[in-house]
């Protein structure tokens, strides 16, 4: 089964900062590879499918990267309301989950 | 607009059963697969299996083999979860999810 090794498990950061996020597969998945965003108490939200394609609908500041095992989940500009857990998700198999990533405001 | 709504919350007992339905709206709903994710209290999100909605045929993650069953009504438009022999580490919120579209939410909560 593949495994996908997210990192880090937690950051703070301030408004306006450039935030990042890898996400390693522990094979090749070429681009299947979907970004989520996760608010509590609320189901997640497609972000970034294919690794770096943007879903209609989601500002410009997130961005995604990477192909094969290597993975990057940028927000260009920390705004308040992007605090939340980010997952990966790879489908290049049965589809497995990273561990996530819990966003805070410092 | 496309939607996926969930049925409520259920409080069930040990051994007991629970079936939760997720009916679809605004689209063609075999055209997609249906997809079912489980999220334990303040824990990730763990991928449970999928099912073909054109066939019925469904498909496992492991660790959800025997007491998990995936089915359909596509006279509905509806996809159900049914979980036997309940167990306490079963407490959790399950979600539908189809390519981009995820249903709210159901809260399973087992305890005696």
């Known amino acids: 089964d593949i495994q996908m090794t997210q990192s880090p498990s937690s950051l703070s950061a301030s408004v306006g900062d450039r935030v990042t996020i890898t996400c390693q597969a522990s094979q090749d998945i070429s681009n299947y ?3 989520y965003q996760q608010k509590p108490g609320k189901a997640p939200k497609l972000l970034i499918y294919d690794a770096s394609n943007l879903e209609t609908g989601v500002p410009s500041r997130f961005s995604g990267s990477g192909s094969g095992t290597d993975f990057t989940f940028t927000i260009s500009s920390l705004q308040p309301e992007d605090i939340a857990t980010y997952y990966c998700q790879q489908y290049d198999n049965l589809p497995v989950f990273g561990g996530g990533t819990k966003v805070e405001i410092k | 607009q496309v939607q996926l709504v969930q049925s409520g919350s259920e409080l069930k007992k ?3 059963s629970v079936k939760v339905s997720c009916k679809a709206s605004g689209y063609t709903f075999t055209s997609y697969a249906m997809n079912w994710v489980r999220q334990a209290p303040g824990q990730g999100l763990e991928w449970m299996g ?4 054109n066939t019925g045929n469904p498909t496992y993650a492991q660790g959800f083999t025997g007491r998990f069953v995936f089915s359909l009504d596509t006279s509905v438009s509806t996809a159900y ?4 022999s309940l167990k306490a580490e079963d407490t959790a919120v399950y979600y539908c999810a189809r390519e981009g579209v995820w249903g709210q939410g159901t809260l399973v909560t087992v305890s005696s």
């Open chain 2, 50 to 53: 999928w099912i073909n909605t």
């Open chain 2, 81 to 84: 979860l049914q979980i036997s």
């Open chain 2, 14 to 16: 040990p051994g007991a």
């Open chain 1, 33 to 35: 590879l979907n970004w």
